[in-house]
């Protein structure tokens, strides 16, 4: 990270907190460029921001033991994924362009409109 210009990371969730969920590794990456004070920008399209659910809410995917250690799979934590909080994220790239913190809120809130507009369909949240 020390050599690095900036730390990219992909995104699969935009928390309503604007918290990043990514894959496991994630947060140190975010750390060690914020120790190096290299700017974080998360990658992802729009539909990806929740208006409606904190890193603190999420259900992170995890996945059995024995993928860790087989001989001991119930001591093993196979976190597939983790959050990295707003703030060691610089900005967000998305399809709109490159966004700050207000702008992702905003989008989150027309996310929010949507989703409580549209009518109730089989199998949504």
């Known amino acids: 990270m020390r050599e690095a210009d900036i730390l ?3 995104t699969d969730t935009i928390c309503s907190d604007l918290a ?3 894959k496991a590794g994630s947060l140190p990456a975010a750390l060690a460029a914020h ?6 920008a998360a990658v992802a399209d729009t539909f990806k ?3 409606w659910v904190s890193s603190e809410e999420i259900v992170l995917e995890e996945g059995p033991g024995g993928e860790i250690w087989e001989a ?3 001591i093993c934590a196979n976190v597939y ?3 990295v909080p707003a703030g060691l994220i610089t900005c967000y790239l998305t399809e709109k362009g490159i966004l700050a913190h207000h702008q992702i809120r905003e989008e989150a809130a027309r996310w929010r ?3 409580e ?4 369909s089989p199998g949504a949240p």
């Open 20 to 22: 990043v969920v990514n």
């Open 8 to 10: 990219l990371l992909g």
């Open 72 to 74: 001991e799979p119930a």
């Open 117 to 120: 507009a549209a009518p109730e």
């Open 81 to 83: 994924f983790e959050s």
């Open 35 to 40: 120790h190096h004070e290299k700017p974080c």
């Open 49 to 51: 921001i929740s208006g």
């Open 113 to 115: 409109r949507i989703r």
